[in-house]
Structure formats: structure tokens, C-alpha cells
């Protein structure tokens, strides 16, 4: 079984510029997650999904931060546009409707320049 | 405020010994804890959790971890280290306000080095 996919790996723009990632998380796991993760500490929540539907974005800076998951399986998170602040390892999660831990991709490490 | 907190940056042991990396929590009710691995350039791995049971909760490899509800902890142990087991250690405690679902609040991790 395929775990968490997540692309690209390593992302490295310059500040203002657009960025995307993408998730395609474990098949028939309902719930999705983008986690972020700054050097040194542990990951923090942005936005939750159940399905297609984002029910937990509360930490998502809604400012500059996008996310979809359209037809409830991958999905996109979006920063537009990137500030220096931004650089982290942007991490994406998923868990089955019944399953109490999470799988994780390997995540993608963003530098803002 | 519901928090992890893992008191040690690092921990150094040499290899065959046994280990132990903290972690502590405060969080209403009765916590779900988790233990994650994470390699260099790689994910978080699943190690293992602690919903309910038996205190002493055996994950993977070789890894296992004792519930203290009197103490509110929950650290990792190992009876003997390899080199192989040096990278990141994460506790983490499932937000009991997320409504079911594994909003996970972590500490800020433990860098575990095992020396030959």
C-alpha cells in the first residue's frame, strides 16, 4: 500500500512569488491534514479535511495561505504570496475514519530567499 | 492549554545501553499519546500510541513506552540502542477538543545520538 505522497520534496523561490504543494494522502482515508513544521520544533496544525470539506483552518493564515481538496482524495495547499517567515517543512497527514494515528508524507522543505 | 513537552534537546547514549526520551503533557481528560520517528529528509513515522490498556504500550522497533497518569507522562524507552535508532523523537497528544479526529499538538522533539 502506498503511503502519503507528497510533492515536491524541496521547493526554494524568492520572496512575493507564488508556491504550491501537493498531497495525495492513503486511499480511502477520509481525513487530511497540513501540518507545518518550523526548524527546531515540532509540527502545528494549518488545516484539517474531512472529505472535501476543511473543518479545522483556524491556524491557517488565511492572508497568504490557500488549501482544496477537490473530490476529497489530494490535495493543494497554496501560499501566495511567500514571505522570508514561510521557509519550513510543510507537511501533509492522513488517517482513516476509524484510525487513531496519523501516516505522514516525507513532507516539503520550502526555503524562501 | 493543552501541551507537550519534551524537557530534553538531546540525548546521548552509547550503543547497547538502554535509553529513555521524556515527555510529559497536560490535556483535559483522558489522553491519546503517540511517539513519531523522524529520520533525516524523511517523514514522520508512526512508532507507537497509548489510547487506553495496559501502562506499557510495545511499538516499533523494539520501542516501547509507559503511561504515568499520576505523573502525566509518557516517555520512550529502549531496552538496548543502535546507532541506526539516532534521529528526531516527537511526543504528541491528541487535541481532545478536535472533535474525535487526530489534531495532534506535538512537543518539540528530542534528537536521540547513539554513539558506537
Known amino acids: 500500500e502506498a503511503g502519503v505522497v507528497q510533492s515536491p520534496r524541496y521547493k526554494i523561490i524568492e520572496k512575493k512569488q507564488p508556491v504550491a504543494f501537493w498531497c495525495n494522502p492513503i486511499?480511502?482515508?477520509?481525513?487530511l491534514y497540513w501540518y507545518r513544521q518550523n526548524l527546531g520544533q515540532g509540527p502545528e496544525l494549518l488545516i484539517r479535511y474531512e472529505n472535501e470539506e476543511a473543518v479545522d483552518d483556524s491556524q491557517l493564515p488565511k492572508d497568504r495561505f490557500s488549501a482544496e481538496r477537490l473530490k476529497g482524495v489530494d490535495s493543494t495547499l497554496k501560499i501566495q504570496p511567500a514571505e522570508l517567515g514561510d521557509s519550513a517543512v510543510y507537511l501533509c497527514a492522513s488517517t482513516s475514519r476509524d484510525g487513531t494515528e496519523a501516516f505522514f508524507g516525507q513532507g516539503t522543505r520550502l526555503t524562501v530567499v | 492549554a493543552q501541551s507537550v513537552a519534551q524537557p530534553e534537546d538531546q540525548v546521548n547514549v552509547a550503543e547497547g545501553n538502554p535509553l529513555t526520551v521524556k515527555c510529559t503533557y497536560s490535556?483535559?481528560?483522558?489522553?491519546?499519546l503517540f511517539w513519531y520517528v523522524q529520520y533525516p529528509n524523511r517523514g514522520l513515522q508512526f512508532l507507537l500510541k497509548y489510547i487506553t490498556g495496559d501502562n506499557l504500550v510495545k511499538g516499533s522497533y523494539g520501542f516501547e513506552a509507559e503511561f504515568n497518569k499520576s505523573q502525566t507522562s509518557f516517555h520512550l524507552k529502549k531496552p538496548s540502542a543502535l546507532v541506526s535508532d539516532s534521529a528526531l523523537y516527537f511526543c504528541?497528544?491528541?487535541?481532545?477538543?478536535?472533535?474525535?479526529?487526530?489534531?495532534?499538538?506535538f512537543g518539540a522533539g528530542t534528537r536521540l545520538a547513539v554513539h558506537p
Open positions: 504528541a497528544v491528541r487535541d481532545p477538543f478536535s472533535g474525535g479526529y487526530n489534531k495532534l499538538i
Open positions: 490535556v483535559s481528560g483522558n489522553p491519546y
Open positions: 486511499s480511502g482515508h477520509n481525513t
